[in-house]
């Protein structure tokens, strides 16, 4: 079991990071919110004009290629060449990599930058890992999400981490996937209610990116945010105490992400497991 004194608390982030995302426009508005929830200051620009002054102040930088463009594609690319001059850290969120072939293509070009972290749900994961994906534009599917198909895609992800031994993976679903190097953790917080509205992912690349930029070390980084939203939802659902009200558990996981940090003991109810 994954044991709380092996955390050190993130909260509050010292110093507050400004974190560059280029995000998916459905959920911007919720991305950036997230960012300035748990203590850090987000600037959504994609305009390339920016980044050779902007990237003298950025700590943590998120790529989310849900709506992408051959202008945005360039920005990306742009942005990650500016995080390695500046030694900024990056977050990859793979968003719909497992919809279409170009999709495939710029998550590859991508990870040839070699980013800190890069994410995705199980199905995009697999994609990744030239695995059988069963994903449906940016959902998951749930054959790809029983025991064997998580055992292959973690040993998938292991052979990309000696590949890539410098970028740590994170797949998620109903449990979540973390493989960095040799380690591999399989964390099991959260609720189903949190696969049925749009930007939940998003949010966890943003909390990814800003507690690194922060100087919160990788692993620890994905372990801490996974598990930090993961709690947001699970307080949500009893506060709301229905998981049918959608929109309410939706309302309430956004407001626990500035409430929760201020229980000092909110680690306590990290589940999980080193594999």
């Not at 506060?239 to 409430?259: F, G, H, P, W, Y």
Request: hydrophobic content about 40%.
């Amino acid at each position: 079991m994954l044991r709380v004194n092996q955390f050190q608390t993130p909260f509050p982030l010292i110093p507050s990071p400004l974190v560059h995302c280029i995000t998916n426009s459905v959920t911007c508005e919720t991305v950036a919110n997230s960012v300035l929830y748990i203590g850090g200051k987000p600037i959504m620009t994609e305009d390339t004009r920016d980044f050779s002054d902007l990237y003298e102040q950025v700590g943590g930088v998120l790529i989310n290629i849900g709506h992408l463009s051959e202008e945005k594609e360039t920005a990306m690319e742009l942005a990650v060449e500016e995080a390695h001059k500046h030694n900024v850290p990056i977050v990859v969120d793979n968003v719909g990599v497992s919809s279409s072939r170009i999709r495939k293509e710029v998550a590859n070009k991508l990870l040839s930058f070699e980013p800190t972290v890069v994410k995705g749900n199980v199905s995009e994961m697999r994609t990744l890992c030239n695995l059988a994906s069963h994903g449906k534009g940016v959902d998951a599917a749930e054959e790809d999400q029983d025991s064997s198909a998580m055992k292959e895609l973690e040993e998938g992800l292991l052979a990309l981490a000696k590949i890539h031994p410098n970028t740590c993976f994170l797949a998620t679903g109903p449990s979540d996937l973390v493989v960095y190097q040799s380690q591999v953790v399989l964390l099991q917080n959260g609720i189903a209610a949190l696969d049925k509205f749009t930007g939940t992912g998003d949010v966890v690349g943003a909390l990814i990116a800003t507690l690194l930029g922060s100087g919160v070390d990788v692993l620890q980084s994905v372990l801490q945010a996974v598990s930090y939203f993961n709690l947001c939802g699970e307080k949500a659902l009893e506060i709301v105490q229905n998981d049918a009200k959608i929109a309410s558990i939706r309302e309430e996981t956004l407001n626990q992400l500035s409430l929760l940090k201020q229980n000092e003991l909110w680690q306590n109810d990290i589940r999980g497991d080193w594999l």
